[in-house]
């Protein structure tokens, strides 16, 4: 586990591109759903829910499917104009652009590239692509942040998947995922808000029993055993916000912004922080699991709605395939 404290870089605007499709979970009620071992073989039998059990267990009553002609770094590129009109600045002003993404069609040339190509950005020296799933963005964030200091200058941050295109729909937890991108504008600023402090852990374990990761057999998720990783991704986010606030000298939080897994998930990272009184948000009832563009939507939305305003403190903090934490204390 490494902490690290910076301040260079804050958010002076953010977007969100959602495709058109929207897939109700009443789609999901009465399939043949199986669970998979660690040698992707089915287990026992098959299982059926109700649209009402998938969302108790949940809390997703919908997400969004991409065009089957639509990647990351299409949705990307429209998120990406979304944060830069309201950050009120031209691509040529970006010096840097660094994409979270693990479901790009092609991983080279890079979705960062294929986005500053998209935007026209000619200024741009640093582009790349950072694979760490759903913990993609905080970790995407804190990466423009460290290079930063070696290519300062504005910076765009984009998180973008298309985690329908790699769902096996037999999986027992294939309703769980959707599309969707987002994006921040940095700026380098010498006061002490935007990015103050960073946090990242990973723990590999080798395809161990509580891991979640692309499928040999059939080119998917997986993600056997479900209940373990819940567990892990609580404790895991919980103490990602504790050990940032300790970090930045905060008693408390204003908002937290969760990755957007399982309703489940936000309620035991909310039950442990709730002496806190920070704002828990959510938009999983209407997104799914987006992995790495959860919480890049979240915030967006969450600034655009008004829930996060001048002076809050904010943690982003997710936690993903690896398995991997990644958070960042904001203060706006």
């Not at 995407?140 to 290519?151: G, Q, T, Y």
């Not at 200058?153 to 984009?158: A, D, E, S, T």
Request: with cysteine; glycine share 8%; charged share 25%.
């Amino acid at each position: 586990m490494l902490l690290s404290h910076l301040g260079n870089l804050e958010v002076i605007g953010t977007g969100s591109s959602l495709p058109s499709q929207v897939v109700k979970t009443e789609e999901f009620e009465g399939r043949d759903l199986w669970a998979y071992d660690l040698n992707e073989f089915r287990v026992g039998e098959p299982r059926r829910f109700t649209s009402q059990k998938i969302i108790d267990l949940t809390g997703i009553y919908e997400r969004r499917k991409s065009a089957p002609n639509e990647w990351p770094s299409d949705m990307g590129y429209r998120a990406a104009l979304n944060a830069l009109e309201m950050a009120k600045i031209s691509p040529d002003d970006l010096v840097g652009i660094v994409v979270a993404t693990v479901s790009e069609r092609d991983n080279f040339p890079s979705a960062a590239v294929k986005i500053q190509y998209k935007l026209g950005a000619r200024n741009v020296v640093k582009a790349q692509d950072t694979q760490n799933a759903c913990a993609g963005y905080p970790a995407a964030i804190s990466d423009a942040n460290s290079f930063s200091r070696d290519f300062p200058g504005y910076w765009l941050v984009v998180a973008s998947e298309v985690l329908t295109k790699i769902n096996d729909y037999t999986d027992i937890n294939s309703h769980l995922f959707g599309d969707g991108a987002g994006a921040v504008v940095l700026k380098p600023t010498l006061e002490r808000r935007g990015i103050v402090g960073t946090y990242s852990a990973s723990q590999p374990f080798d395809k161990g029993i509580e891991m979640i990761y692309r499928g040999n057999i059939i080119d998917c998720i997986r993600m056997p055993d479900g209940r373990g990783v819940l567990k892990r991704a609580v404790r895991a986010m919980t103490e990602s916000a504790v050990a940032l606030k300790k970090q930045v000298g905060w008693e408390r939080a204003d908002v937290y912004i969760p990755h957007q897994a399982n309703e489940r998930i936000i309620e035991g990272v909310e039950d442990n922080l709730k002496g806190d009184g920070a704002v828990v948000y959510r938009n999983i009832a209407k997104y799914g699991n987006m992995s790495s563009a959860t919480c890049a939507v979240a915030l967006d939305e969450a600034i655009r709605d008004g829930t996060i305003k001048e002076g809050n403190r904010v943690v982003v903090t997710s936690f993903g395939a690896g398995l991997v934490t990644s958070a960042v204390a904001l203060q706006f």
